[in-house]
């Protein structure tokens, strides 16, 4: 196998100014909303929203820097062409809706916890809405769009992913409730968010599932990566284990796990139906043959 120093250490390089670049928006944001940095444990709903949406625009700010300025490359090489992928992000909305609604009847069916209806506050909804669109643009443009492209430079592509995916679960690690078999989970969504990714170059399923799977996770109940927030549907269940999750959520349970290998499956059905797409989306696999073809001879 062929190695290049170039993907690891646009990956490495990244770090420190993304940490910097995210750290003085937070700090903006909560000045303009009158927070203390070090004690934003369990902000409001807005103030969430607002925290996580400054965090996007750090985000942005340094792979806009990173891409253009230092790695002298478009845009566009991130992967949000929406033409032609409009199915793409309709096929992740469902997932998430889908998947969900299953975790609801697999609970009842096992008796698992018990759920309640709390009514529609739309205010909150819209506020969720927002702060999971916030979310999911900003990991799937980081972890995938960037960190996953660039360590395609350095390994072949399933490494890649498996190192990438690894990342996603290690920036979740301060998260309440964290395990090893919340860690284990992450690794897996993280390999299911990112194999669409890896076969089309293209984010919009995995930005539309990213975001359908935590927004129906809360609304119908169901802690998010050990968070809670608001849903239209309570859960309480009756004792910590891997059928329910525990604190850390649905996404604790066997389940998670099962569903999220279930997507890499039908990741490769679908696609292997529609080689079509792996065609028309190759911005992704292009940009990374002609940086091959330019680059130095790789280290054996």
């Given at each position: ?67 253009v300025g230092v790695n002298k490359e478009k845009l566009s090489v991130l992967g949000l062409q929406l033409k032609g992928h409009y199915k793409d992000l ?111 170059g293209n984010l919009w399923f995995s930005i539309g599932f990213h975001f359908s799977w935590n927004f129906f996770q809360t609304m119908f109940g169901f ?29 604790g349970s066997i389940w998670a796990v099962i569903t999220k290998g279930l997507i890499i499956v039908f990741t490769i059905w679908y696609l292997n139906r ?27």
């Amino acid at each position: 196998m062929n190695f290049s120093w170039k993907g690891v250490l646009r990956v490495l390089g990244i770090i420190i100014p993304l940490v910097f670049i995210i750290g003085v928006c937070l700090i903006i944001t909560t000045q303009s909303l009158g927070l203390e940095l070090k004690n934003l444990k369990q902000p409001s709903p807005v103030s969430q929203m607002y925290l996580k949406l400054s965090e996007l625009i750090g985000t942005c700010l340094t792979l806009w820097l990173f891409i253009v300025g230092v790695n002298k490359e478009k845009l566009s090489v991130l992967g949000l062409q929406l033409k032609g992928h409009y199915k793409d992000l309709v096929i992740g909305l469902l997932a998430g809706l889908f998947i969900m609604s299953g975790g609801i009847l697999i609970f009842k069916l096992f008796d698992l916890g018990t759920f309640w209806f709390t009514g529609f506050d739309w205010s909150q909804i819209l506020i969720s809405v927002l702060l999971f669109t916030f979310v999911s643009f900003m990991e799937e443009l980081l972890c995938r769009g960037y960190v996953q492209r660039n360590l395609e430079k350095s390994f072949n592509r399933y490494i890649a992913l498996i190192v990438a995916s690894t990342i996603f679960a290690s920036i979740h690690l301060a998260n309440p409730h964290m395990d090893w078999f919340s860690f284990t989970y992450l690794v897996v969504a993280g390999l299911a968010l990112g194999w669409w990714y890896m076969e089309t170059g293209n984010l919009w399923f995995s930005i539309g599932f990213h975001f359908s799977w935590n927004f129906f996770q809360t609304m119908f109940g169901f802690n998010v990566s050990g968070q809670d927030f608001y849903g239209i549907y309570e859960l309480e269940t009756k004792e910590e284990n891997l059928l329910n999750g525990g604190d850390f959520g649905f996404e604790g349970s066997i389940w998670a796990v099962i569903t999220k290998g279930l997507i890499i499956v039908f990741t490769i059905w679908y696609l292997n139906r529609h080689p079509e797409k792996k065609i028309r989306s190759g911005l992704h696999n292009q940009n990374h043959n002609e940086d091959e073809s330019n680059s130095d001879a790789p280290i054996h």
